[in-house]
């Protein structure tokens, strides 16, 4: 196992052990809002620095990007380590049983290794470049679709930018006629490794953030998952609209996307 994996899953665990117990006393659970539909729990940024404290004791000259403290430049900028703690914090905060911690470890501008780890199930998803993806270190790969009929897809509404409601409804809609049911599950980076174990077969979001899906899109990848953008390319990461399933999958999906969608996110 690549060293670095082995710190994030370390990390991963941590964190992840720790969002569970807060469960156990949910009164002190502290929410407040950050943006348009976004919230942040006091336990986000304490998984946060537990994850960014273990790191650091390995690799101390690392650069981390976190969704809660942002960018912290380190002396390697070369290395750089993309951390959501709580990839899920409205289903968290409702108490719903599906979130989700996930890193992942950038270098020279390529994610090398990921894992997503859910707490609840005890449930691990890993992936290093080139070696495949791994659920509890047993080997897992996409679905080989022919056609959408008889698939469920997963997808996330865009309920932070409620300006595109009206194209990704009508999106939403077409695939419906080809399909047999989709999951909203609330947790991009989960959708990503079900992607990949073959648990959904298709997905499908737009208006992500590279620390939704950093760690997601190489296990999907590894897992045999084509992954593009709304527009067919591979600008994923920076738009943060995101395509994924077989190769087959992603086309028949495109379809829709590309008939449905407005031109402000055709991309």
Request: charged share 25%; with cysteine; net charge neutral.
């Given at each position: 196992m690549h060293p670095m994996l082995n710190i994030a899953i370390r990390a991963a665990r941590k964190a992840g052990?720790?969002?569970?117990?807060?469960?156990?006393?949910?009164?002190?659970?502290e929410t407040s809002q950050k943006g348009n539909n976004d919230f942040v729990t006091n336990i986000d940024r304490e998984a946060e620095a537990l994850i960014i404290d273990t790191i650091k004791a390995s690799y101390p000259d690392h650069t981390i990007v976190a969704e809660e403290s942002g960018l912290t430049e380190g002396k390697d900028s070369?290395?750089?380590?993309?951390?959501?703690?709580?990839d899920g914090t409205n289903n968290f905060v409702k108490g719903i049983p599906h979130f989700s911690v996930s890193i992942a470890v950038r270098m020279n501008g390529r994610t090398e290794v990921a894992c997503v780890y859910d707490p609840m199930l005890n449930e691990l998803f890993t992936a290093q470049r080139g070696a495949g993806a791994q659920l509890n270190n047993a080997r897992i790969r996409v679905n080989q679709l022919k056609d959408l009929q008889g698939t469920v897809l997963a997808t996330g509404f865009p309920f932070k930018q409620k300006q595109h409601s009206e194209?990704?409804?009508?999106?939403?809609?077409?695939?419906?006629?080809?399909?047999?049911?989709f999951r909203r599950q609330g947790s991009a980076a989960l959708d990503l490794c079900y992607l990949a174990a073959g648990r959904v077969d298709g997905y499908f979001e737009l208006g992500l953030k590279p620390w939704d899906m950093a760690a997601g899109?190489?296990?999907a990848r590894e897992a045999g998952a084509i992954l593009t953008d709304f527009a067919g390319g591979?600008?994923?990461?920076?738009?943060?609209?995101?395509?994924?399933?077989?190769a087959r999958g992603v086309k028949a999906i495109l379809k829709h996307v590309r008939e449905n969608g407005n031109e402000a996110i055709l991309k």
């Amino acid at each position: 196992m690549h060293p670095m994996l082995n710190i994030a899953i370390r990390a991963a665990r941590k964190a992840g052990n720790h969002i569970a117990k807060s469960l156990e006393t949910a009164d002190k659970i502290e929410t407040s809002q950050k943006g348009n539909n976004d919230f942040v729990t006091n336990i986000d940024r304490e998984a946060e620095a537990l994850i960014i404290d273990t790191i650091k004791a390995s690799y101390p000259d690392h650069t981390i990007v976190a969704e809660e403290s942002g960018l912290t430049e380190g002396k390697d900028s070369a290395v750089q380590w993309i951390i959501d703690p709580l990839d899920g914090t409205n289903n968290f905060v409702k108490g719903i049983p599906h979130f989700s911690v996930s890193i992942a470890v950038r270098m020279n501008g390529r994610t090398e290794v990921a894992c997503v780890y859910d707490p609840m199930l005890n449930e691990l998803f890993t992936a290093q470049r080139g070696a495949g993806a791994q659920l509890n270190n047993a080997r897992i790969r996409v679905n080989q679709l022919k056609d959408l009929q008889g698939t469920v897809l997963a997808t996330g509404f865009p309920f932070k930018q409620k300006q595109h409601s009206e194209s990704y409804m009508k999106i939403l809609s077409a695939l419906f006629v080809d399909c047999s049911d989709f999951r909203r599950q609330g947790s991009a980076a989960l959708d990503l490794c079900y992607l990949a174990a073959g648990r959904v077969d298709g997905y499908f979001e737009l208006g992500l953030k590279p620390w939704d899906m950093a760690a997601g899109e190489l296990i999907a990848r590894e897992a045999g998952a084509i992954l593009t953008d709304f527009a067919g390319g591979t600008e994923y990461m920076k738009s943060g609209n995101v395509v994924g399933s077989s190769a087959r999958g992603v086309k028949a999906i495109l379809k829709h996307v590309r008939e449905n969608g407005n031109e402000a996110i055709l991309k």
